[in-house]
């Protein structure tokens, strides 16, 4: 008995030694020489493909800053890898150490944070929702009897489906497999509207064909904080990450990077989507903390 007690406690405490060293993401990078950064393709001015395998935006310029920190922790040069996730396979890909930051335009909430971790908050999000400008649709009562475009994987529609003036609004889901497809939705007619960031629509609209022909209507559905994601139990690369945040609020750079990306023309169109910094993302910066969405539903 005594010899399967010990087995079983040494199995265990290998078990435990593993999943640390599994989370231990700085010893992880050192000893691979490379580090991973998830990017989005079409998730606005915070993370977008500029073509030939480039990508930008606010989010991964704020990573690739962490990823120039995590060099000089780990004393070496790092082969920066770009992976390309989408909603349903970025906290997997995470788990399973694919990733090892992820630079996109994640919601921060309490389901996922049992599931992976999030740096400190820098960029607070409004669910809207985006309409053909023809469509006569001015508010969350006219979609009664449309179809709505998401992105599989998100949480905009069940937003819309909880908020308050969506009682007795019946309105038909259809899916995009990620942004640019749900955003295909609505610009090919097969959706009336499509349900998403704020900062996701509005990079999508800049960049299409006619941006002329799209407008956000109706009020805020949510106020959510979008995070940088990095894996559960990590407390060392979370520290450094918070660190290089913190350092960026204090010496005015993070202010600098989203004018940049927020303000500025950016490529490959050379657009600016033209969105200052709001109040809610300021007050972020002036508190920096890991907060859930459901700390900021109205009471």
Known sequence: MKKHLLAFAIAT????????QANDTLAKVKAAGSITMGVRDSSGALSYTQGDGKYGGFHVEL???IVANVEKA???????????VTSQNRIPLMQNGTIDIECGSTTNNATRQKDVAFLNTVYMEQVRIAV???????GIAQLNGKSVATTTGTTSVQLL???ERATGVDFKEVFGKDHAD?????????ADAFVMDATLLIGNIVNSKSPGDYRIVGEPLSLEPIGIMIRKDDPAFKKLGNDTIAELVKSGELAKIYDKWF???????????NMPVTAETKAAWADLNDKPAEDFVKK
Do not use: Y
């Open 132 to 138: 053909r400008a023809n469509s006569g649709i001015t």
């Open 161 to 163: 489906r909880k908020h």
């Open 182 to 190: 749900s955003f295909l939705l609505l610009e090919s007619g097969r």
């Open 263 to 273: 303000m500025q023309p950016i490529p490959p169109k050379n657009i600016s989507v």
């Open 13 to 20: 405490t290998l078990a435990a030694g593993a999943h640390a």
């Open 74 to 84: 780990v004393g070496k040069k790092l082969d920066v890898k770009l992976q390309s």
């Open 63 to 65: 990573c690739q800053r």
